[in-house]
């Protein structure tokens, strides 16, 4: 649950909050802290030591570090603290338009949008360029601020030193290192004016980082723990209610459902009516604002998600396969399985007699996202994956949502095949199957409007015999 809300940020944004943000935060650290406390250390000491050798070099040598280490570095925040902020936004907004963009290759340029895309990612690379100027600009005068007040001051304690000796009061080698550590002494303050136009940059970056730090889980801490792995698989919902945002309508909005043991149950309904997030309540992914979840009598939600993960288990929409072979992808679920292990659970999900043609079997690369495997292919090795973990309920969200009709049907066969024996619950849009399961459910706008075998609602009338006879 701690690494849930990094699911509420784009992709992009995210890689640039966890890496860019992060360096530049310790660069607050390393860079921000360190050099002032050396500066005030080690340049106090200097004029002290001056003051011994001329007492009039040391208050000018003071002055001098006073404006370059002081004045100049805060002169360069104040400039810097709005390009800083809009600097590491433009970053986030690179990233992300990179990745979109990488990611959503075959569909741009399937649907002609890959050169608005590339205007996209060329308009925030620009943005970003510009705020880089702009801190190249700041840098410059801060490093040329400096140099200024520090040939000032060196000459200054020339002239003073040069008087002094004429004077009788201070010798040559005196002077020579009255003037020589003036001169040394604005090393001390020289990385200070970068620091400090930087500072706007790395406090908006901290804040970003933060922001997804301090984002609130939405699954809140458990309260018990030992959840019966092996007890009763009847799912009963009751008065399900859960929206995103206190503003937000309800995504469910009193749902009451039963997936009895061993039993398969359907819920159907058009798109963005809660399918998807009565399945994130399932898994644990979201607590629900209302109701309760239960399993076998007890409510799932005072206990650990991955106490309940170890029950509940599925196939999400979109899988995720990691660029890997089939073995590491199954053994995901379960890193101890032997292979007989997992050929029985290729088998199950129908998957076996295409991994056994291919030449190096197991240990085949699947490609990154799983692009040497057609779509079928992944759906069944997400359901293998799943069956490996032995759960006692499945949950297959969207199984065919962007498989063709005939890939579809095979898909859905095989699925309802393999989840005999399990309390399973099909969320779908497509009634494709649907003939086969125990009970349906019709969600629409959060509500279940209706509820019935695949026969009864065909003769009922209503939105699944209207969509059905289309």
């Not at 086969?436 to 509500?447: A, L, Q």
């Given at each position: 649950?701690?690494?849930?809300?990094?699911?509420?940020?784009?992709t992009?944004?995210?890689v640039?909050?966890?890496?860019?943000?992060?360096?530049?935060?310790?660069?607050?650290?390393?860079?921000?802290?360190?050099?002032?406390?050396?500066?005030?250390?080690?340049?106090?000491?200097?004029?002290?030591?001056?003051?011994?050798?001329?007492?009039?070099?040391?208050?000018?040598?003071?002055?001098?570090?006073?404006?370059?280490?002081?004045?100049?570095?805060?002169?360069?925040?104040?400039?810097?603290?709005?390009?800083?902020?809009?600097q590491?936004?433009?970053?986030?907004?690179?990233?992300?338009?990179?990745?979109?963009?990488?990611?959503g290759?075959?569909?741009l340029?399937?649907?002609?949008a890959?050169d608005?895309?590339?205007?996209?990612?060329?308009?925030a690379d620009?943005?970003?360029?510009r705020?880089?100027?702009?801190?190249?600009?700041?840098?410059?005068?801060?490093?040329?601020?400096?140099?200024?007040?520090?040939?000032?001051?060196?000459?200054?304690?020339?002239?003073?030193?040069?008087?002094?000796?004429?004077?009788?009061?201070?010798?040559a080698?005196?002077?020579?290192?009255?003037v020589?550590?003036?001169?040394?002494?604005?090393?001390?303050v020289?990385?200070?004016?970068?620091?400090?136009?930087?500072?706007?940059?790395?406090?908006?970056?901290g804040?970003?980082?933060?922001r997804v730090?301090?984002?609130?889980?939405?699954?809140?801490?458990?309260?018990?723990?030992?959840?019966?792995?092996?007890?009763?698989p009847?799912v009963?919902?009751?008065d399900?209610?859960?929206?995103?945002?206190?503003?937000?309508?309800?995504?469910?909005?009193?749902?009451?459902?039963?997936?009895?043991?061993?039993?398969?149950?359907?819920?159907?309904?058009?798109?963005?009516?809660?399918?998807?997030?009565?399945?994130?309540?399932?898994?644990?992914?979201?607590?629900?604002?209302?109701g309760?979840?239960?399993?076998?009598?007890?409510?799932?939600?005072?206990?650990?998600?991955?106490?309940?993960?170890?029950?509940?288990?599925?196939?999400p929409?979109?899988?995720?396969?990691?660029?890997?072979?089939?073995?590491?992808?199954?053994?995901?679920?379960?890193?101890g399985?032997?292979?007989?292990?997992?050929?029985?659970?290729?088998r199950?999900?129908?998957?076996?007699?295409?991994?056994?043609?291919?030449?190096?079997?197991?240990?085949?690369?699947?490609?990154?996202?799983?692009?040497?495997?057609?779509?079928?292919m992944?759906?069944?090795?997400?359901?293998?994956?799943?069956?490996?973990?032995?759960p006692?309920?499945?949950?297959?969200?969207?199984?065919?949502?962007?498989?063709?009709?005939?890939?579809?049907?095979?898909?859905?066969?095989?699925?309802?095949?393999?989840?005999?024996?399990?309390?399973?619950?099909?969320?779908?849009?497509?009634?494709?199957?649907?003939?086969?399961?125990?009970?349906?459910?019709?969600?629409?706008?959060?509500?279940?409007?209706?509820?019935?075998?695949?026969a009864?609602?065909?003769?009922e009338?209503?939105w699944?015999?209207?969509?059905?006879?289309?």
């Amino acid at each position: 649950a701690a690494t849930e809300p990094f699911g509420r940020f784009r992709t992009g944004d995210l890689v640039s909050r966890l890496v860019n943000d992060t360096e530049a935060t310790l660069d607050l650290l390393v860079r921000g802290l360190t050099p002032p406390l050396v500066s005030v250390v080690t340049g106090g000491a200097t004029v002290l030591f001056l003051t011994t050798v001329y007492a009039p070099g040391g208050p000018l040598l003071a002055a001098g570090l006073l404006l370059a280490g002081l004045a100049v570095p805060l002169a360069a925040a104040a400039l810097g603290r709005g390009p800083g902020r809009r600097q590491a936004k433009a970053r986030g907004e690179l990233s992300t338009a990179l990745v979109d963009t990488l990611h959503g290759a075959p569909d741009l340029v399937a649907y002609g949008a890959m050169d608005r895309q590339v205007e996209r990612v060329n308009a925030a690379d620009e943005e970003l360029t510009r705020m880089a100027r702009r801190d190249a600009a700041i840098l410059g005068f801060g490093a040329g601020a400096t140099a200024l007040i520090t040939g000032l001051t060196v000459w200054a304690a020339l002239l003073l030193g040069v008087a002094a000796v004429e004077g009788g009061t201070l010798d040559a080698v005196s002077l020579a290192v009255l003037v020589l550590t003036t001169m040394a002494a604005f090393e001390i303050v020289a990385p200070l004016p970068a620091v400090a136009a930087r500072l706007g940059a790395i406090r908006a970056s901290g804040a970003r980082l933060f922001r997804v730090v301090d984002t609130p889980a939405a699954v809140a801490p458990p309260t018990r723990t030992g959840l019966e792995p092996e007890g009763d698989p009847t799912v009963r919902i009751r008065d399900l209610r859960v929206r995103y945002g206190p503003d937000e309508p309800w995504a469910l909005a009193g749902v009451d459902l039963e997936i009895p043991a061993g039993a398969t149950v359907a819920v159907i309904g058009p798109s963005g009516a809660g399918k998807s997030t009565l399945a994130s309540v399932l898994l644990r992914f979201r607590d629900p604002d209302g109701g309760r979840v239960e399993l076998g009598g007890t409510d799932v939600t005072a206990y650990p998600a991955d106490e309940v993960r170890a029950v509940v288990s599925g196939v999400p929409q979109d899988p995720h396969v990691f660029a890997s072979t089939l073995r590491e992808n199954l053994r995901l679920a379960r890193p101890g399985a032997e292979d007989d292990e997992l050929w029985a659970a290729l088998r199950r999900a129908r998957l076996a007699d295409e991994v056994a043609a291919m030449p190096e079997g197991l240990d085949t690369p699947v490609g990154t996202h799983g692009l040497g495997l057609s779509g079928g292919m992944v759906q069944r090795l997400a359901l293998a994956r799943a069956l490996l973990a032995d759960p006692r309920v499945l949950v297959l969200d969207e199984p065919t949502a962007h498989l063709d009709p005939d890939t579809r049907d095979a898909v859905v066969d095989d699925l309802l095949a393999a989840a005999e024996g399990y309390s399973t619950l099909l969320i779908t849009h497509d009634l494709t199957g649907l003939e086969r399961v125990d009970r349906i459910y019709v969600v629409r706008e959060g509500r279940v409007i209706q509820s019935g075998t695949y026969a009864e609602l065909s003769r009922e009338q209503g939105w699944f015999r209207n969509v059905s006879t289309r």
